[in-house]
């Protein structure tokens, strides 16, 4: 859980709370940054013990976002909103006062699914507000299904850092995927395009067989996935899978993948540093998808949307050297690099400002 003392000295810029016809409280928007264009980041459906609890959350994730745009080179802030699950919940009503309060924020902030919300709840919200994607793909166009994008991201990432570290091609590794859902399945179909040898382990081992007839990867058992015997380890299911017990258990030399939050903390960051581990940033690796996102609200082609993707690889490899020079671990170095992106925009807006008064 986190606790308000977690979002430290970074306040989001705005917090907006969503109320239902009763004035209840069921959700919070909060902008965190816009000093690279609207505030852009899903809508979280989940159940939260109070409105401290969903609303810190919503501030955590929100930096997040902005950190993670900055990153992936977006016109875009970073935002989020999360909606209150309750027993009984209409959601479709839920939905229509989510809407109206993102269109009351006249475009400053871009909703999408998130966890606990679908495609389909993302048109119902099309309904009230134009500020929101993740809908249907038009043909040559971004949009849909953003899984496909967010496993060729980690794949370019994944290329420059078994380079880095190891001075090797994908062809000449073993990648242990660890999750065979959306993203984990195309991860291992590029991988086997470049003749990378796989082992995969998903809690449902019917879905590690399927991808295993059609790759030719070996099946672990999900338990002992981080500790199989491979140079690289592929996070692509749950967050929160390294950390004090799991680090000094690990066989790979780096680590690359798709799951969100794969630290349970920023130490952790430094423990796989300590073990000489090269950990490439979660937020900046799982890019593609919220690019295929961006796109789609700007009205870009798929085109357009391989390019900023494959461009994930050059910023991976800036952060690998930054932290190879700074000897620092690589969050780290991400973090710093994506507040100063932000600090830079935000400078140059505050200049505009002057110049124009
Ligand atoms: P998914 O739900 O389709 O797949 C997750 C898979 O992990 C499922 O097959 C599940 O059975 C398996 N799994 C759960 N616990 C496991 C365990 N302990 N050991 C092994 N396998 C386990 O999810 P998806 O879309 O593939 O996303 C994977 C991760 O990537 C998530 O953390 C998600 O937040 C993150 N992500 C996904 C993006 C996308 O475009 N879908 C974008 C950015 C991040």
């Known amino acids: 859980m986190t606790h308000v003392h977690d979002i430290g000295n970074e306040p989001p810029e705005q917090i907006h709370l969503i109320e239902d016809d009763k004035g209840a409280f069921t959700g919070a928007i909060v902008l965190h940054s816009t000093a690279l264009g609207p505030a852009a980041g899903g809508c979280r459906l989940w159940h939260y013990p ?34 209150q699950h309750a027993d009984g919940l209409d959601r479709a009503v839920l939905l229509a006062r989510f809407a109206a309060a993102v269109e009351r924020l006249g475009g400053s902030y871009v ?18 507000t134009r500020h929101v994607a993740g809908l249907q793909a038009v043909d040559g166009m971004a949009g849909g299904d953003p899984s496909p994008w967010t496993a060729l991201g980690v794949l370019e990432a994944m290329r420059v850092a078994v380079r880095t570290r190891l001075g090797r091609e994908l062809a000449d590794v073993t990648v242990a995927v660890q999750g065979a859902g959306n993203v984990g399945r195309h991860l291992c179909r590029l991988l086997a395009a470049e003749d990378a ?11 590690a067989q399927a991808i295993a ?62 073990r000489d581990i090269l950990y490439a940033p979660d937020y900046v690796a799982n890019a593609g998808g919220i690019i295929n996102v961006a796109a789609e609200y700007l009205g870009e082609t798929a085109g357009e949307v391989e390019g900023r993707v494959r461009a994930i690889a050059t910023r991976m490899q800036a952060i690998f050297e930054r932290a190879e020079h700074e000897r620092l671990p690589t969050n780290i170095v991400a973090d710093r690099m994506a507040r100063q992106v932000i600090a830079d925009a935000a400078g140059q807006k505050l200049s505009h400002l002057v110049q124009a008064a």
Request: charged content about 25%.
């Open 213 to 274: 007839a059609e790759t030719g990867a070996r099946v672990f058992p999900a338990a002992a996935i981080a500790e199989a015997d491979a140079e690289v380890f592929a996070p692509c299911a749950l967050g929160a899978v390294l950390d004090r017990v799991s680090i000094p258990r690990l066989r790979a030399a780096v680590v690359t993948g798709a799951a969100n939050n794969q630290l349970a903390t920023d130490q952790d960051g430094a423990l796989l540093h300590a």
């Open 197 to 207: 040898r796989l082992i995969v382990a998903d809690a449902d081992e019917r879905r």
């Open 50 to 83: 109070d409105r401290e609890a969903l609303t810190v959350d919503a501030i955590r994730l929100a930096r997040g976002m902005s950190y993670k745009n900055a990153l992936a080179g977006l016109p875009f802030g970073g935002g989020k909103a999360v909606l």
């Open 111 to 128: 909703t999408a699914e998130d966890v606990g919300t679908t495609m389909r709840d993302m048109t119902t919200v099309s309904r009230g």
